[in-house]
């Protein structure tokens, strides 16, 4: 809840249906973080979130929100997680984040 209320505040310019959309998003990736983890498979990871994630948020021009979540998202993380399960979950964040970037640039250079 914490960071739908920052990103509301922050984006208050945006439809609220934008802004749950994009958590939703998250909370699939959050899942799909959670079994990549389990899996010890990334590459599980990138071809769920490639899936349909990266076409979703290109189509609705939502990668600065996106990318917002995921900053808030992983401060939340680091400050409420004992370090060592914060350290197994943050290369899969980090992964999504990379996926998005490479988005959001070939979007912005297109």
């Keep these: 809840q914490p960071i739908a209320d920052e990103l509301s505040e922050a984006y208050s310019q945006v439809s609220p249906q ?11 990736i959050m899942r799909y973080c959670a079994m990549a983890m389990l899996l010890n498979n990334p ?12 076409d979703t ?19 939340k993380l680091k400050k409420s997680l004992p370090e060592d399960q ?14 998005l970037g490479e988005k959001v640039t070939t979007t912005i250079g297109a």
């Design 86 to 99: 914060f350290a197994l979950m943050q290369p899969f964040l980090e992964q999504t984040q990379e996926i």
């Design 43 to 54: 590459e599980y990871l990138k071809e769920g979130v490639l899936d349909w994630l990266t």
């Design 18 to 28: 934008f802004i749950e959309k994009a958590l939703k998003h998250w909370l699939s």
């Design 57 to 75: 948020v290109k189509a609705h021009q939502m990668q600065s929100i996106e990318i917002a979540i995921y900053d808030l998202l992983s401060s």
